[in-house]
């Protein structure tokens, strides 16, 4: 078992920044990946970066591309997500999830059911 513990979320204006943390506790040394989801009322989780827990790579969706950075740091078990130049429509409850390493892991991980923990969530609310 993996438990993940956000931190970071908050309410900003347009173009401010954020950087949220998701900090991994448990069976780290088996985790392949590390990722973000928002999610709005009434609509499906939305993916939003993933990086790989021991290979240098990282995946992000179109809609933040450029704009929002992944890191992580395996020696303290830690991901986190830099959001710059933030708009209204990234206004959502932002979700970090570890996925186990698995005989046909996949890369990119964008897909929610490639996770297996999922953390309590932390709201982001960008205002115009």
């Known amino acids: 078992q993996v438990q993940l513990v956000e931190s970071g979320g908050g309410s900003v204006q347009a173009g401010d920044s954020l950087r949220l943390s998701c900090a991994a506790s448990?069976?780290?040394?088996?985790?392949?990946?590390m990722g973000w989801f928002r999610q709005t009322p009434g609509m499906e989780r939305e993916f939003v970066a993933a990086?790989?827990?021991?290979?240098?790579?990282?995946y992000y969706a179109d809609s933040v591309k450029g704009r929002f950075t992944t890191s992580r740091d395996t020696a303290k078990s830690t991901v986190n997500l830099q959001m710059n130049s933030l708009k209204p429509e990234d206004t959502a409850v932002y979700y970090c999830?570890?996925?186990?390493?698995?005989?046909?892991?996949?890369?990119?991980?964008?897909?929610?059911?490639?996770?297996?923990?999922w953390g309590q969530g932390t709201q982001v609310t960008v205002s115009s």
């Open positions: 990086i790989s827990w021991n290979v240098e790579r990282t």
């Open positions: 448990g069976r780290t040394f088996n985790i392949y990946a």
């Open positions: 999830a570890a996925g186990d390493t698995k005989p046909l892991n996949i890369w990119p991980a964008r897909a929610a059911r490639q996770y297996d923990y």
